[in-house]
């Protein structure tokens, strides 16, 4: 009774899995050489009474190979179009409705930002561009008078650095990864500022490309009637803006629907944000203030802090930045009713619907004949490429020649003479079906190790 029990737990209500790469980062944690790989626990009951939903983590077959399982995260629910542009993501129903962004729920982008720094956790990743009386202490900043500061170079921007979101205690047991190769203008800047009497205000700022947004909060000595809102530069107002980047006729102003100020010694929690063309301004927990902005082809990045006044206090300050999806320029697909598009959160080195080609081969089609009876009918094979491991040539130097081995697609082993196969073109094959998709990832449950301050206890949103 306790083993079939277990089977029917097993196979139908909920499983646990091994990640085994980094796919996932920072959601879920998979690395060879550090030996640290998250275990979690997936609910194959729920997708049994509805539909999978976008954004939820899933493991499914691979659809190049039914025998391996995949864990990846659904951004594309059919049937719709879909495109990666510039990182973002976009769909619409059809051809004769407009792009639009793809935003993640709160609790889901919450999961994905990326915090930035995590490269010098012993030293401050700002720096005083002008401020007498402003001093750094790690992730702290102290402002006496007005100034400036600035996150890392200004004049270098923010990229998709491979280890950008991993856990600081996870950093030091992974191998060298220098991959980067993108301007990432999807950022934030959280943390909190407690005023001083005489201050009169507070500003953020975030840059994309030669765009400027700033986000300002009134301080205790500011005018009555003053409101948080956010700016965006014109054309000539503060820098020129290439053709491309033009926002003439948008709107560059929003404020907040009431009067507020800094109160006096007073610490309040902010964030401000740049996310898939949506600024925003939060203060305490809530959004004061969000502007809806036309997308930027040029993303190189930096961020600003500023005050006027006498002075205030910045604790706990945190960049984050946004995936940044990797792909073609514009690629775009279009996603077939009872079909799902895949992506990791860790674009750089995840093997994603984008990619995902079948191989193809041609072969006898076990002794069958043509229509007409005279000749050998074919028939075509497919499966995953997977360098020389598939297809992968045996016997080489065998008196009865050598043999082809190929998977195919269900995971399936077949050898045939090298005389006797054609080997064809590639198709894309990026959809999972419906019914590939077994489950729901629900929470990591391991690995705990206490003597590497290693807690892997969460759930996955």
Not at 23 to 38: F, N, R
Request: proline share 6%.
């Amino acid at each position: 009774m306790a083993i079939v029990m277990a089977i029917l737990l097993k196979c139908f209500i909920i499983e646990a899995y091994k990640i085994p790469t980094g796919s996932m980062q920072p959601t879920l944690v998979g690395d060879e050489a550090s030996g640290v790989k998250d275990r979690i626990l997936v609910d194959k009951l729920s997708y049994a009474f509805s539909d999978p939903k976008r954004w939820e983590v899933a493991v499914f077959r691979y659809p190049l190979n039914h025998a391996q399982n995949f864990v990846k995260r659904i951004v594309g629910v059919g049937p719709e179009e879909f495109r990666i542009d510039n990182g973002d993501l976009w769909h619409r129903a059809s051809a004769e409705e407009d792009w639009m962004p793809l935003r993640r729920p709160r609790a889901v982008q919450t999961e994905t930002w990326k915090r930035l720094d995590v490269d010098a956790p012993q030293e401050s990743s700002w720096r005083i561009v002008d401020g007498r009386g402003w001093e750094l202490d790690g992730r702290n900043l102290k402002v006496r008078g007005a100034g400036r500061a600035s996150f890392r170079n200004e004049h270098t921007s923010i990229m998709d650095k491979y280890f950008d979101g991993y856990p600081e205690e996870l950093i030091p047991l992974m191998p060298s990864k220098r991959v980067q190769h993108n301007a990432v203008g999807d950022l934030r800047i959280d943390g909190c500022v407690t005023a001083l009497p005489g201050t009169t205000g507070v500003a953020f700022e975030l840059r994309e490309g030669r765009r400027r947004y700033r986000f300002l909060v009134p301080g205790p000595a500011a005018d009555d009637g003053a409101r948080p809102r956010i700016e965006v530069s014109r054309d000539g107002e503060w820098l020129g803006l290439p053709r491309e980047d033009s926002i003439e006729g948008a709107p560059t102003l929003a404020e907040a629907d009431a009067s507020w100020k800094l109160p006096a010694n007073e610490s309040v929690a902010f964030g401000v944000q740049n996310l898939d063309d949506l600024l925003s301004l939060e203060l305490d927990g809530e959004v004061v203030a969000s502007l809806e902005i036309d997308a930027a082809r040029d993303q190189a990045s930096a961020a600003y802090i500023e005050a006027s006044g006498e002075g205030a206090d910045f604790d706990d300050l945190m960049v984050r930045r946004d995936i940044y999806y990797t792909s073609g320029p514009n690629w775009r697909v279009t996603i077939p009713d009872g079909h799902y598009f895949m992506l990791g959160d860790n674009t750089q080195n995840s093997s994603d619907s984008s990619e995902w080609q079948l191989i193809r081969i041609r072969v006898p089609s076990d002794g069958a004949e043509s229509a007409d009876g005279t000749e050998p009918a074919t028939r075509i094979l497919r499966g995953s490429q997977n360098g020389d491991e598939n297809p992968r040539l045996v016997g080489i130097g065998d008196p009865d020649g050598a043999r082809l081995c190929f998977v195919d697609e269900f995971g399936e082993k077949r050898w045939y003479r090298v005389d006797e196969t054609e080997r064809l073109g590639p198709v894309a094959a990026p959809f999972v079906a419906r019914n590939l998709i077994q489950g729901r990832a629900l929470a990591v449950f391991w690995p705990i190790k206490p003597w590497q301050d290693i807690y892997r206890l969460k759930w996955i949103h």
